[in-house]
């Protein structure tokens, strides 16, 4: 034990390792401590409960003196675990928030200490190789049939949507064009519009859905609207974060092409199906698209950030080429070494490929994929649960992947804006005692209606039949007891 490694120690070279054994230990104990006194999924008492709670150990976030590495750890890793909302709790299924893999985190942890920085060889050679070979590797798992494809790693959807759009904007630029027109469903992720924001794009037009998926006949209509002077990418949803739906992505392949649009398709939750025997013909023409966007920090069980995108042709990522003397000068490039800049937006650019390494070599495509299988089944599961429950009300979509969506029915039984806030308080009477994380979304009813619905994702392999019981029986109970539409305080566990 070195009680007494220096606070400026570093965590590489030789010696690093030996100093950062002794701090993650101090780190896992606080971790350990911390979720043991918070004793379920998310902390008590609302905000301000939890904001008291962790300014009353860290009081000062710029202390003129330190305190030392050991009691800072101890401390601030301590009141952060304390104070989670925790993936790896099952009652914790409110996002596409995952539990992250032990293996995942362990590899996250040599690219902190390591810090190989992706935006030139001379940073990061051992890691260039590895981000080469995965991003080909996941490259062939969405374009199968492809001669060249390719792929980049990102921060996430948003990141790697916002890419997409460049790229089709500059292609439509390259052809005379003076923008580009985004069309995408009304189910898309808000980061589509962000992106066509970010760019000086038009707003994206949006297409009507049919049970929560994007309906060709109104793209049809939509695209119809457009001449051939007007370069259009349609952007297609594979798994909504609302719904988990996948627009049906044949029709849309077919439509597009009748147009002579280009389709982006946002596959951010229902990628991963491509690792499973069982789901992956659900994505059956995805690789019809020009990009796909793919995170595995959501079905993929990584750490954040663990984003990709992949084009069908590495030919058209070469918009994102780019030279500067002190990154990758060309005598330098043509001498040999690897141009890395172009494969980013970003600059300085952690090694987040990694994990993501590891984790396919521990479990192999097969391994990944039953990860994936389970997390469908327990949704399967905690449907036929709700279904059968007679307090409880499934979505008549049924499930999305991962997804359900449900009511308890004592809110179908309060006229529409009461029935919301009830499913609305439900949920944060849950989040204020810190017994479940469950989302919220808006979706239509079978009479056409918007309604609010909890929403459950689920995305931890581990979870049992019994664990999603206690969830059911938890809702049902605080939807039974008088609800206030306060953020109420709870001080019972
Ligand atoms: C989560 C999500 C995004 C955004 O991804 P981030 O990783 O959060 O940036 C985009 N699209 C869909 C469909 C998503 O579910």
């Not at 080469?132 to 792929?151: F, K, W």
């Not at 890395?340 to 495509?365: E, F, H, M, N, Y």
């Not at 949704?379 to 979505?395: C, Y």
């Not at 619905?453 to 689920?458: E, H, R, S, V």
Request: proline residues 6%.
């Amino acid at each position: 034990m070195r009680r007494h490694t220096p606070a400026a120690a570093l965590a590489g070279g030789v010696e690093g390792p030996d100093q950062l054994r002794y701090f993650t230990e101090v780190v896992l104990d606080a971790a350990a401590d911390g979720a043991c006194e918070r004793g379920g999924p998310l902390p008590q008492g609302g905000p301000e409960a939890v904001a008291a709670r962790v300014r009353e150990v860290w009081p000062n976030a710029l202390p003129e003196h330190g305190t030392g590495a050991v009691e800072a750890l101890r401390t601030l890793v301590g009141a952060v675990a304390r104070g989670a909302a925790d993936p790896a709790d099952p009652h914790c299924v409110a996002h596409l928030h995952c539990p992250p893999l032990a293996v995942a985190a362990a590899a996250d942890l040599a690219a902190a200490a390591l810090n190989p920085s992706m935006d030139s060889w001379d940073q990061a050679p051992a890691a260039t190789v590895v981000e080469q070979d995965v991003t080909a590797a996941l490259a062939g798992l969405v374009y199968p049939r492809a001669a060249r494809p390719d792929a980049l790693v990102t921060s996430g959807g948003t990141e790697s949507n916002l890419v997409a759009l460049l790229l089709a904007r500059e292609r439509a630029r390259a052809a005379g064009a003076a923008s580009l027109q985004v069309v995408c469903g009304a189910n898309a992720h808000h980061s589509v519009h962000r992106a066509a924001w970010t760019l000086g794009l038009p707003a994206p037009v949006t297409v009507g859905c049919a049970g929560g998926r994007m309906d060709p006949a109104a793209l049809e209509r939509t695209l119809a609207g457009y001449g051939r002077a007007t370069p259009v990418l349609v952007v297609a949803t594979a798994g909504t974060t609302d719904q988990g739906a996948i627009d049906p992505l044949p029709e849309l392949v077919d439509v597009a092409a009748r147009h002579g649009a280009e389709l982006h398709v946002d596959a951010a939750y229902g990628g991963m199906l491509l690792f499973s025997e069982a789901h992956a013909r659900r994505l059956s023409g995805l690789d019809a698209a020009v990009s796909v966007t793919l995170d595995l920090h959501k079905l993929g069980w990584q750490p954040v950030a663990a984003g990709v995108l992949a084009v069908a042709d590495a030919d058209v990522l070469e918009r994102l080429a780019l030279t500067t003397d002190y990154l990758n000068a060309d005598d330098d490039t043509e001498a040999g070494l690897p141009d890395l800049l172009g494969r980013s937006i970003r600059t300085t650019r952690r090694p987040d490929v990694l994990k993501i390494a590891v984790t396919l070599r521990a479990l192999g495509r097969t391994g990944v994929g039953e990860l994936v299988d389970r997390c469908v089944d327990g949704a399967e599961e905690f449907a036929q649960q709700v279904d059968q429950h007679p307090r409880l009300r499934l979505h008549p979509g049924g499930v999305g992947i991962s997804t359900v969506l449900f009511r308890p029915v004592a809110a179908d039984e309060l006229a529409g804006r009461e029935g919301d806030a009830c499913v609305a308080d439900v949920r944060r009477k849950l989040l204020a005692d810190g017994r479940a994380v469950l989302g919220r979304a808006r979706a239509q009813d079978e009479d056409g209606d918007d309604r609010l619905w909890l929403k459950a994702t689920l995305l931890n392999p581990q979870t049992t039949p019994a664990d999603l019981a206690a969830l059911l029986k938890l809702v049902a109970d605080t939807a039974a007891a008088p609800h206030t539409t306060q953020y109420s305080v709870g001080d019972d566990r």
